[in-house]
């Protein structure tokens, strides 16, 4: 069964860091693009960060400077540092990913989510 999970949230003080990590177990037979999401309270999810299993990334304009999102292939494994952190940034962090399986076709997989809060 493939599955991702995800560690590293947690409660920060603003101007603080956290790393996020997931990591994809199971049988998979290759990871492609990986992301971050997040969702607060009463808002819809949004994007994060994305990145391209060669390593091309993508960040929403709340990120970009402060966010960086990377990974490990041969771990299918995919990390976000987020440093600077504000209030703002306080939502439950979802990781998704493209995954292919040995014998069976390519799925989007989702993680629990894990709380960051950010206090001011």
């Known amino acids: 069964q493939v599955q991702l999970v995800e560690s590293g949230g947690g409660l920060v003080q603003a101007g603080g860091s956290l790393r996020l990590s997931c990591a994809a177990s199971?049988?998979?037979?290759?990871?492609?693009?990986m992301g971050w999401y997040r969702q607060a309270p009463g808002k819809q999810r949004e994007l994060v960060a994305a990145?391209?299993?060669?390593?091309?990334?993508n960040y929403a304009d709340s990120a970009k400077g402060r966010f960086t999102i990377s990974r490990d292939n041969a771990k299918n494994t995919v990390y976000l540092q987020m440093n600077s952190l504000k209030p703002e940034d306080t939502a439950v962090y979802y990781c998704?990913?493209?995954?292919?399986?040995w014998g069976g076709g390519q799925s989007t997989y989702w993680g629990q989510g894990t709380q960051v809060t950010v206090s001011s």
């Open positions: 990145i391209t299993r060669g390593g091309s990334t």
């Open positions: 199971g049988s998979i037979f290759s990871a492609n693009n």
């Open positions: 998704a990913a493209d995954l292919r399986s």
